[in-house]
């Protein structure tokens, strides 16, 4: 890269071809610098310095994008996994849709088979049950809540 430099003196400037008026028509040769690492001025020098880059920056930047590298494969794994999970969270939820169909299609089924007429036509008619006429039923207090056991004859009254 090829750069003109400005000078200045006291008298006026000169910038690349272009040149501010002065009192004097003292010509200022202008310079011609073929790199920085060549230029006089310090500042050149510095920022040619900045722009080289040193083993340690050119290894910290390779382990950061190693880093980078490593999160970035890491994400799309665990995103991959939750997407497996989840498709198999909505298998089981259409498989539980299906089985409580199914339920509800056989608890239509076995209250149908509950019809209470046909049940109290079988008992009266098959085998000759009759409803208790008052003073039939007798009622016992148990202190135990799950059934009655009978020890001796019930009273006839």
Not at 10 to 16: D, E, H, L, R, S
Request: charged share 25%; glycine share 6%.
């Amino acid at each position: 890269m090829v750069r003109i430099d400005f000078h200045m003196n006291k008298k006026g400037v000169i910038i690349g071809s272009t040149v501010v008026e002065s009192d004097t028509h003292t010509e200022i040769p202008l310079r011609v610098v073929g790199g920085e690492k060549d230029s006089p001025f310090p500042q050149h020098r510095s920022r040619a310095r900045a722009r080289s880059m040193g083993f340690g920056y050119v290894a910290m930047l390779a382990v950061a994008g190693c880093i980078c590298l490593l999160l970035c494969v890491n994400y799309l794994h665990i995103r991959s996994d939750l997407q497996n999970r989840q498709s198999s969270v909505d298998a089981l939820e259409t498989q539980l849709a299906k089985q409580k169909a199914d339920n509800d299609v056989i608890q239509q089924k076995v209250d149908s088979a509950m019809d209470l007429t046909r049940i109290y036509r079988l008992a009266t008619t098959q085998y000759g049950m009759v409803y208790p006429e008052n003073g039939q039923v007798l009622e016992y207090h148990s202190t135990d809540k799950e059934f009655v056991t009978q020890n001796r004859e019930i009273p006839k009254s």
